[in-house]
């Protein structure tokens, strides 16, 4: 089943501690983002990748990094998580970066950071 | 970037048509319109998109002015499960990026 599968999908950390959420696709896809979803800002983008070892900032990318070294992977790496970092995430890849090229979504990790 | 406009909720009868509207005035003429829709916190579902033609699937039908400065989803007969937040989304790409600019969403209830 083709499917963006994303990992955990709750967590709870502390301040500080340094946290991965996975992000898979099997679609064979170049183009994957991360995306961030909180209430009264709708969904905003974090980073993005247009292929492998090509990364590059969204509008809100403060706080994060990610890494893009094989097609089906893209995980985001939160080094130093902070409260304001609480919030839904998601994951998300197309087939090209495409006007034509429907972005699947992943189903989500809600994180909580104390 | 473009941004879209769209009511904050709407209702509609099961088996009626369901008529969900968008603003995007500032929209350029390569971007495309998108329409997801969000079911409580599962990741958003993609429904239809378009560039200038009216565009129709299974699920819905999209129809966009000619001057494409606002587009109109409509699902031809609700129902109970098409309850949801509806994003109407301009969706900006160019040969170093492809990001979906995601306004706030209609939340749709559709009632018995």
């Known amino acids: 089943e083709a499917q963006v599968t994303q990992n955990p999908r709750y967590l709870i950390t502390v301040t500080g501690k340094k946290l991965t959420v996975t992000c898979s696709q099997n679609?064979?896809?170049?183009?994957m983002s991360w995306y961030r979803q909180d209430p009264g800002l709708g969904l905003r983008q974090i980073y993005y990748?247009?292929?492998?070892?090509?990364?590059d900032k969204g509008d809100v990318p403060e706080g994060y990094k990610v890494s893009r070294k094989e097609k089906r992977n893209f995980p985001l790496i939160l080094e130093s998580p902070s409260p304001n970092q609480t919030s839904l995430y998601f994951c998300?890849?197309?087939?090209?970066?495409?006007?034509?090229?429907?972005?699947?979504f992943g189903p989500g990790t809600r994180l909580l950071v104390l | 970037d473009a941004k879209t406009t769209q009511p904050p909720s709407m209702d509609c009868a099961e088996g009626r048509a369901a008529n969900l509207p968008c603003n995007h005035s500032t929209i350029s003429g390569n971007e495309y319109v998108y329409w997801y829709r969000q079911i409580h916190s599962q990741g958003p579902q993609y429904i239809i998109h378009?560039?200038?033609n009216n565009e129709t699937n299974e699920m819905a039908s999209l129809i966009i002015t000619e001057d494409r400065k606002s587009s109109t989803l409509i699902l031809p007969h609700a129902t109970l499960r098409d309850t949801a937040v509806y994003y109407c989304i301009v969706r900006v790409v160019s040969y170093n990026t492809d990001k979906l600019i995601f306004g706030t969403g209609t939340r749709l209830q559709v009632f018995p």
């Open positions: 679609m064979n896809h170049e183009y």
């Open positions: 998300a890849s197309s087939l090209t970066p495409s006007g034509v090229e429907t972005q699947y």
């Open positions: 990748s247009m292929n492998v070892e090509v990364t």
């Open positions: 378009g560039l200038k």
